[in-house]
């Protein structure tokens, strides 16, 4: 069976160190917070390109606590896309802040800058930039949007760990980034976790406070919660940290395999200008997409789509929302897009066999 990420097989990969990192943690002192995660902090840090990062327990947490850390809550808006994991808009809510959506452009997917001014209020108070499948969001036109109205840029890099914007690695650039490090992400644990980058120093302070029931010292001074990270995570972060890189050089091998072979009625993925691509999902665009999905599933062959249904589509969101003119981007977008496998562990052989099939079938 060929899927669309195998986090085991990134296990495999590793196996030997990880097995060795997570019995030097059994031995310890510390299960929670300890060396590994004040190591992983550093070394995530000066990877991002940033004087801070933070552990926290997931990706949601990270974007909830950031919003926290901005003291944006209730009577607050923030802007941020429908087509992205239900995860950026619950972590909106869950801060008490309102999630307002916006359409995304039709050729990278994410965030419209052309429709922020849409939906522009008075309560507005940050934007949540979501970098897609591995390839930047717009920068440029986000970061403009925010400086004129004095919005905070928050970066959701969940989907790309690593990426660059020009020189820069994604989450350095935004007041705040948040990083997902669920098992199939680029930089992927095994279990729950979580990491937010700034430079700000008073934040960055804020949310380590937050991330402990607000506490100093044992004593909390502001109202937090816990969202902290264990030490078998980190120490398993830190091992696949040292070769994300690689990972993701092996990825992008994959994804130019695909576009080499895939015919021209598939649309294969555009990368940004300036940006580098690292192909957390490669997702095309086809035609008769459900045909194309049964019959890739026939041959063992498991593609995903992301998203089949866009946040404000599902039944907890729906006709509830405040959004952008239209959504209609986004909603005849989760008609026609397939995530074809790739990680760095799928064989070449294996990505040309997808590619073959899919050009049969479509
Ligand atoms: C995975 C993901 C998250 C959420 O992360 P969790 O660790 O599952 O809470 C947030 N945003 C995006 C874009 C994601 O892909």
Redesign the pocket.
């Known amino acids: 069976m060929i899927k669309f990420a195998d986090p085991s097989a990134q296990y495999r990969s590793y196996k030997k160190r990880i097995d060795a990192a997570i019995n030097r943690v059994l031995e310890s002192e510390k299960y929670i917070l300890g060396e590994e995660v004040e190591k992983l902090e550093d070394e995530f840090a000066r990877y991002i390109g940033t004087s801070n990062a933070i552990g926290v327990a997931?990706?949601?947490d990270a974007?909830e606590i950031s919003l926290r850390a901005l003291e944006i809550g209730v009577g607050d808006e923030v802007i941020t896309v429908s087509h992205?994991?239900v995860?950026?808009v619950a972590a909106i809510e869950a801060a008490g802040a309102k999630p307002v959506l916006v359409d995304v452009d039709p050729r990278f997917f994410t965030l419209d800058p052309k429709k922020l001014s849409e939906v522009l209020s008075k309560k507005t108070k940050a934007i949540i930039l979501?970098h897609l499948y591995g390839n930047s969001g717009d920068i440029e036109g986000t970061s403009a949007f925010c400086k004129k109205n004095n919005l905070y840029l928050i970066e959701?890099v969940?989907?790309a760990h690593g990426a660059k914007w020009k020189d820069r690695r994604l989450g350095s650039i935004g007041e705040i980034g948040c990083f997902?490090c669920?098992p199939t992400?680029n930089l992927g644990a095994i279990g729950?976790a979580?990491l937010i980058t700034t430079n700000n120093e008073d934040i960055a302070k804020k949310i380590f406070m937050l991330r402990e029931y607000g506490w100093k010292e044992r004593v909390s001074q502001i109202t937090g919660r816990n969202s902290r990270l264990d030490e078998i995570q980190a120490a398993i972060l830190r091992i696949k940290l040292e070769y994300l890189d690689e990972d993701n050089k092996k990825r992008k091998i994959l994804a130019q395999e695909y576009d080499s072979i895939l015919g021209s009625n598939i649309v294969t993925p555009e990368v940004r200008k300036q940006t580098s691509h690292v192909y957390h999902l490669y997702v095309v665009q086809l035609d008769q997409r459900d045909r194309v999905l049964d019959y890739l599933k026939q041959q063992n062959i498991i593609a995903g789509i992301h998203y089949p249904l866009a946040v404000h589509q599902q039944p907890a969101y729906l006709n509830r929302l405040k959004t952008s003119k239209t959504l209609v981007i986004t909603e005849n977008l989760t008609k026609d897009i397939i995530s074809l496998p790739i990680y760095p562990e799928l064989p070449l052989s294996k990505v040309e066999q997808v590619a073959n099939l899919v050009n049969k079938v479509s």
Request: proline residues 0%.
């Open positions: 997931n990706g949601t974007i992205t994991a995860a950026t979501v959701d969940s989907q997902s669920f992400k729950d979580g």
